[in-house]
């Protein structure tokens, strides 16, 4: 691995440290001043560091979340985590939500930051998961509600709640199909998948093929009807 690499995913491990510090200053400073987070998504975008203080102060501050590695592919100035979160929404409330992370870093005067993250996680299945604690989950559902209207108001939570639909959701069964066939790539001939999450227009999926793991990237188009392309990472051997 070239220090360049080290260097990107040492910056983005800083991301989970001030998460389980609840550091929220050290967390917005990760972040270059136009940065930008998506999470999950297709639920709308928070840019610049006010905006990622809020998302913070909703999302983040209040719970515990740990993070899961399975796989953190480097590529380009990107860095690609294949991972759980472990999220501790209230007392006795624990949820497992597999997800993929994409990091775009910047260099700057001040070294590398976070210009870009996106989370793929499917903000359905995660509501399921949470409902089923049964009245446990009351006490942590008003806490959220209360704080996505107080720090993200009624726009900010009716882009929240447009992350349960979008293309992918519709696409999700199209792109499972094509990648038991085999036909998404040439890459794809001898490829195994598994953990298929569908947010926003994309579609991501961990895939393992004779050259290694990796992770795919389908973008939807058509309402989810059409696949319009297909990324695969995988670190450089």
């Known amino acids: 691995m070239s220090s360049s690499a080290?260097?990107?995913?040492?910056?983005v491990e800083q991301s989970?440290?001030?998460?389980?510090a609840h550091d929220r200053a050290g967390w917005v400073s990760l972040f270059t001043d136009d940065g930008c987070v998506e999470d999950p998504v297709g639920s709308g975008s928070?840019?610049?560091h006010v905006q990622l203080g809020r998302f913070y102060d909703t999302f983040i501050g209040p719970r515990q979340i740990k993070f899961r590695r399975d796989l953190d592919i480097v590529t380009g100035t990107s860095v690609i985590r294949d991972l759980t979160l472990e999220v501790m929404m209230g007392r006795g409330v624990r949820l497992l939500v597999p997800t993929f992370i994409r990091y775009d870093l910047r260099e700057g005067e001040s070294g590398w930051q976070i210009a870009r993250l996106r989370a793929y996680w499917e903000l359905a299945a995660?509501?399921?998961?949470f409902l089923r604690n049964g009245v446990k989950s009351l006490p942590a559902s008003l806490q959220l509600s209360g704080a996505l209207l107080r720090n993200q108001g009624l726009p900010g939570a009716a882009r929240y709640v447009s992350g349960l639909t979008g293309p992918a959701r519709r696409?999700?069964?199209?792109?499972?199909?094509?990648l038991a066939d085999g036909r998404l790539t040439d890459q794809m001939r001898e490829c195994k998948w598994s953990k298929v999450i569908a947010a926003g227009s994309t579609v991501a999926a961990s895939i393992t093929t004779p050259s290694g793991r990796g992770v795919l990237?389908?973008?939807l188009g058509d309402r989810g009807r059409d696949i319009t392309d297909v990324s695969i990472f995988r670190n450089e051997k």
Do not use: C, N, S
Request: proline share 3%; glycine share 10%; aromatic share 4%.
């Open 46 to 48: 928070h840019v610049g």
């Open 217 to 219: 990237f389908a973008e």
């Open 6 to 11: 080290e260097d990107l995913l040492a910056i």
């Open 16 to 20: 989970p440290r001030a998460t389980a």
């Open 171 to 178: 696409g999700k069964r199209l792109v499972e199909r094509a």
């Open 126 to 129: 995660m509501i399921g998961a």
